[in-house]
């Protein structure tokens, strides 16, 4: 898979995955959440909670009581599986949930954060905590940041919310006021030498820190005055990340480390409406090809995109991440192996063959189903948010699933 498919699904499964766990809501206070960092010993963690398991004996209400004892066991079961934490760590969420009637069943979420978790915790409560994961639900595409005027520069980069100074420079270069002996024009001209100089070093590091990252989005420049502008307009950056830089620069007070929060801040705007036009072009792109006589290279709704998909025909895929569908594998009474696209795959199914009830074997988000076909042929995966009239209607008139062919399969 390419590593931008990569950083897609991953953060698609981890914001399902958290919208899934932000909605339960147990009878009492029977939801654990356990945080381990990756310097935390599982032996440990393993103690903490035989302790916690200990105090649970206590507890008054005797469902309540096996509920929290039962969570905690299956944490440990998990944790057994584990040498050692995940280098960002490791959180699971598990408890008794309410189904219909007087029902409850056990759920249990294990995820590696995407970014890393430095505390140890541990909370039994009435819903899952989940605060100190809320943040990383951001996307996590980053952009680069170049804060410069005469004086210092300063190179960072932007990952969700997280502003990572990556390098500062003092520029050394002279201010323009006259020295004794010297000439205007000589000194002028020593001061233009030492701020080319600067500006090189500048782009050079800008060259090392920021070229070959992938998930780099684009460049944001700021900094007092014109020497943004100038650094800029006299292409000191590699004609690669040269591409990147979005306009228009930014004016920031400062170009040290408070500066990159400052230009970050003066570019919000900007950046939401960067993965808006993404999308939009994308979509746009999909919509001339339907409004050609034939269809063009367009392909729109499960079946027909499946199957262009899996045919390796498709160059683009483009999928709501509102589709909130399954992929099953099921069998009726009758032996009929059925795979189908469902919304609950606990629902009662009749089997299309027989029209008897199937019994559902394995499971699939739809989404991770396209991305592991797409994975095999070379396929970008585009996730489309509903936030744009685009996005609405991907998923209201075309099921949330579409896709630009590279050719016609019929």
Known sequence: M????????ARYDFKKAMQEIT??????????????????????????????????????????????TGAIDSIMSRLRTYKSAPPNGLVIFCGEVPRAGDQTKMVQYALEPPEEITTFFYRCDSEFFTEPLDDMLLDKKSYGLITIDRKEATIGLLSGSKISVMKHFDSLVPSKHHQGGQSSVRFE???????????????????EILLNREELQGILVGGPGSTKDFFVKEEY????????????????????????????????????DIQLTVEKEYMQRLFREIRKQDGGLSAYGEEEVRAATEAGATEILLLSESLNKYRVKAECSSGHAIRMTVGDPEEKM???????????????????NFFEIAEGFNTKVQLISGDSEEGDMLLKAFGGIAAILRYRTG
């Open 2 to 9: 390419s590593d931008a498919n990569a950083l897609d699904r």
């Open 23 to 68: 909605s339960y809501r147990g009878r009492g206070t029977e939801l654990i959440s356990v945080y381990v960092p990756s310097t935390k010993l599982i032996s440990d963690v393993m103690a903490y909670l035989r302790e916690e398991q200990s105090q649970a004996s206590n507890i008054k209400s005797k469902s309540t009581m096996k509920n929290v």
């Open 189 to 207: 001209r020593l001061i233009e030498i030492a701020a080319h100089e600067f500006y090189k070093k500048v782009a050079d590091h800008a060259t």
């Open 237 to 272: 950056l590699h004609h690669e990340l040269r591409k990147k830089v979005i306009s228009p620069l930014f004016d920031t007070g400062y170009t040290d480390e408070s500066g990159l929060r400052e230009l970050v801040d003066a570019a919000k705007d900007t950046l939401t």
């Open 350 to 368: 009749a089997c299309p063959e027989c029209g008897q009830l199937v019994k559902v074997q394995e499971q699939e988000d739809l989404i991770d």
